[in-house]
């Protein structure tokens, strides 16, 4: 009931369509076979570690020229030149936006890479790679962000509901919310994610990315107003997405690696699968090796002389019976009696 139904050798034998049945063959593609030779959405991940470092190197590339591609937009029109909105890195449907909302959405496919892997691994008992549905989920809620402004929507709503606006204008609410939900959910895939030190690297840059705007929002950065702050704010939420992409990425790496069996075992698990091999060993071939004990050290025979019996009397002998655990038979007991009263005759022979 399971077999593909598309399949010709299964077609041959289990008769799924009648004899007379016309042949399932595309017009313009024949029988497509070429789509099992396909690349799996697994198989974009770059396996080599270079690979990586160069695709995000372009990245934060990309970033430097849209930063700037603004100072010249701003040099430009300090000479009488108008502004160009693609260029404009304070505005929402700039270049730099839209990169960074793409940056996001491929982190958010790279965590949904790393949950369709994570999910198989026989160990994690509490199901830790649950974490990775909502990461990719945080990940789409920020590309969203960037590109739509949603951090200014919600501030203006909690300010209408509330009727305060708190520190900054208002922009408290949606950093408090941003931190309860991205501190929790950012926390566990760091956990998750320690193995990974490439990963785990670029995550903590990310945060400190991220952290270092929230902080300009505030106040409390190195500029006030101008074209630098713009930079600034542009620049390290740039970075801050790419960084994060990045993390995604190095763990998709390592997941993959880890579940193909390619990654270098450390010390401490090579030493547990040597004992557990040698304590559970199964030989289910001839061409497996098995363990054999070496030969033990044959004793030498030790001599000594064999101790000396005394000879017993014939009178303890006869007045030592041995004992037994049976009943006696007639003839036994006939002969006990006899010698019973022989022996009290020579008694008071003796003594008479």
Known sequence: ??????????????????????????????????????????????????????????????????????????????????????????????????????????????ALLVYSVRRHRTDDYQGRYRVWIWAAGGCFLLAAEQATGLREAFRELMIFLTGTSLLGGGDLWWIIAYGIIFGAIGSRVLIDLRRCVPAVAALSAASVAFGLVVAQRFG?????????????????????????????????????????????????????DCSSDENNFQSTGPGRWRKIDPPHATPQPAYRQAPKIAPASSTAAIAAPASVTRKLTKAEKKALRKRLLQQRLERERKCG
């Open 1 to 110: 009931m399971t077999d593909d139904l598309y399949d010709q050798t299964a077609r041959t034998t289990c008769r799924v369509w009648p004899d007379d049945a016309p042949e399932r063959k595309s017009l313009h593609y024949g029988d497509a076979e070429f789509l099992d030779q396909q690349l799996r959405l697994l198989d974009l991940v770059p396996r080599r570690f270079v690979a990586l470092m160069f695709l995000f190197s372009g990245g934060a590339a990309a970033a430097v020229g849209l930063e700037f591609l603004y100072g010249w937009m701003v040099a430009r029109m300090g000479d009488g030149g108008t502004a160009i909105a693609a260029l404009d890195l304070g505005s929402r449907g700039s270049l730099a936006c839209w990169f960074s909302s793409l940056l996001l959405l491929s982190a958010s496919v790279a």
């Open 220 to 272: 409390w950065g190195f500029f006030v107003g101008g074209t630098s702050q713009v930079m600034y704010l542009a620049g390290c939420e740039m970075a801050g997405s790419v960084l994060l992409s990045a993390a995604f990425a190095f763990y998709a790496r390592y997941v993959i690696l880890d579940a193909e069996g390619l990654l270098p075992r450390r010390r401490n698990d090579a030493s547990e």
